[in-house]
């Protein structure tokens, strides 16, 4: 990043976004004075906040992940598709109820993240990072590939596990679904902050990220807090799996890839490698995504992600939380 | 893998029939189609691959029409024999089987394939060999009408054109339902539902309705309730979704649950059993789709069709496919009869396009300048999940 700010005419693109903003922000304010009532707010905020926390649980594991060893695990996308599928069997095939459902995804998840780096990353440690990378690209398409492979390509639609109740408030429908996402979600987060910051393995993966070979030197067991790290961060990833099986109904091989790619903005929005940025990332991404099709431009939604991506690297490549000597994890 | 062996079973068994009156008679059959006393018609079909299920219906259908015609004598007193290829829902295997079909098998005429892709890449082979190409459900106009304007002199179709269910939903709409403020909410990756959405709308207008909103979507997106939150606030009477049943289930489900209770209606990408799985029996309540045909309708033709379809297909009950791959057969059929030829492709195309108030299963069909039938559509309504038999509208 830092190369590229270098090469980059700052005072021209800062003049050329600063005109962008301000016709975008004339153009936007005219709609809402005449389209949207006090209600509409009030339903897209309901809309944006549910689809922006499951983009939070994928990219806290994204950012926990990166905070410990610096890599971009592109494969978590396809664990949360994973936790997605093992959600389903577990109410379609076994006819378990939501949270036993989403306990099981989470473990399967769990375990699958702790083989992706057995298997992958362990040995590509002392490598380069672009090396890393590259490897995660290639267990993303594996993955995919293998499930598709094994099971075919079609969609499948997620049971009813949660009667689905809606609610009105304030003139806005919100359903018991989105509640119980929401409520859950809030649940999952605190509980990884109480063992990041309260557990004697949340304080070994906070001396690992710091400083990797000083905290092998006081004897914490490095390759043990990698491996709980990545546990931890699929499991998240696959409780947003069954979240979304659940909020959208639809589930399929290939549906890890652009909310992986979303929550991966999420986290670099949030600042990469800091816990509360993914989160605060992953709900103002899904706000900003709700509004702008909200507002009728639905077919720049996926763009206005990749926008945001854009603007953050050139302008704030550490992210909202980011200070110049990051905290990791 | 039972279908597979079939297959070659028919291929092997038309093969060795050919070979064996290339024995008896010692003549070659070149000259197009006629081959002593049968009528030579190639199957250019779907049988496995992404859309096999197409193929496959349409294969039933042609089988079930050639054994009614061979038993009632034929045509012209020849009896048709079906030259059946794979095109592996592939639109290079489609042109492959094309050249096969005609050079190889002599047929007179072609019938395939089930997607208008797959049509459209075999046009110019038809074309140049002077063949007739018969699509039983290829909707899209330029199967038949180049993208310059130009008309594919031997390509037709049995099926109606995609534009022309907007029309039918407009119709709908505005005459049966009574709406005046309706939202169109479009599929914007398809050219499909770009064409349902223009036509409807421009139908609709000239009713006197008014559009309050239009929106779009792009394949593949799962969330759709914004969007939604915004045509609710325009507060339509109804709402035309064409798209694909992947993404309309999740919009009717999400719309349902956001208590939009209007009429929605879509076209026949809405007709799939995923589409009941993914927006529920419930949410689908109040939903209508446009078709070409309905096995529940009780016009006297169709269920005949459907009694003669259960009797030799272990009481199934046909679908559009069946429906188009058996009225295929019997249009060609039909023009040959005019023609008064069973060889002469380009006497059968002409009257083919010439063919008027001939009733099939799906309809009562005229073909158009452009080669397109003008036939009625169907209208079926989603209760509790199951599609019932709305009405028939006409063109």
Known sequence: ?329 | MFFKKRMTAVLLASTIGAAGFLAGCGSDSAGGGESGDTVKIGANLELSGAVASYGEGIAEGIELAVDEINKDGGIDGKEIEIVKVDNKSDAAEATNAAIKLTENDDVVAIIGSATSGNTVAQAQVANNSETVLLSPSGTSPNVTVNDDGSLNDFVFRTSFIDPFQGTVAANFAANELGVKNVAIYADNASDYAKGLAASFKETFEAAGGKIVAEESYVAKDTDFRSTLTRIKSANPEFIFIPGYYEEVGLIVKQGREMGIDVPLMGADGWDSPKLVELAGGDSLNNTFITNHYSSGDPDETIQSFVTKFGEKYNGSSPDAFNALGYDSVYMLKDAMERAESTSDAKKIKDALAETKDLTLVTGIISVDEDHNPIKSATVLEYKDGEQVFKTKVNP
């Open chain 1, 1 to 329: 990043m830092k190369l590229a700010c270098q090469l980059l005419p700052y005072e021209e693109i800062f003049s050329i976004a600063f005109s962008l903003a301000v016709t975008l922000y004339l153009k936007l304010f005219g709609l809402f004075e005449e389209e949207w009532g006090f209600m509409d707010w009030i339903q897209q905020l309901v809309n944006g906040i549910s689809l922006g926390s499951i983009y939070a649980l994928i990219a806290l594991g994204y950012t926990m992940v990166y905070g410990i060893i610096k890599l971009i695990n592109f494969a978590h996308g396809e664990v949360f598709m994973i936790g997605a599928f093992v959600g389903f069997y577990a109410i379609a095939g076994w006819g378990l109820g939501f949270f036993p459902a989403l306990i099981i995804a989470m473990a399967v998840c769990a375990g699958m993240g702790m083989l992706i780096e057995r298997v992958a990353y362990r040995r590509l440690r002392g490598s380069t990072r672009i090396a890393a990378l590259i490897t995660a690209i290639g267990i993303s398409l594996f993955i995919q590939y293998l499930f598709i492979y094994f099971r075919g390509a079609q969609p499948e639609a997620y049971p009813e596990v949660i009667s689905n109740q809606t609610y009105n408030i304030l003139g806005a429908q919100i359903s018991s679904q989105s509640l119980m996402i929401l409520g859950t979600s809030i649940v999952l987060m605190i509980v990884l902050q109480f063992i990041v910051h309260k557990t004697k393995i949340g304080k070994a993966m906070r001396a690992v990220s710091h400083d990797m070979d000083a905290a092998r030197l006081m004897g914490i067991n490095v390759n043990t807090t990698i491996s709980a790290t990545f546990a931890i961060g699929s499991s998240l990833a696959g409780a947003a799996g069954v979240f979304f099986g659940v909020y959208y109904t639809k589930i399929e091989p290939l549906m890890g890839v652009i909310p992986g790619l979303k929550a991966f903005v999420a986290a670099v929005l949030g600042g990469i490698g800091i816990i509360p940025g993914a989160m605060v990332g992953g709900l103002v991404l899904g706000v900003v995504e709700t509004v702008v099709s909200g507002l009728g431009y639905s077919l720049w939604r996926d763009a206005a992600a990749f926008v945001i991506l854009i603007l953050i690297l050139l302008f704030k490549p550490s992210g909202i939380f980011g200070k110049n000597a990051r905290e990791k994890v």
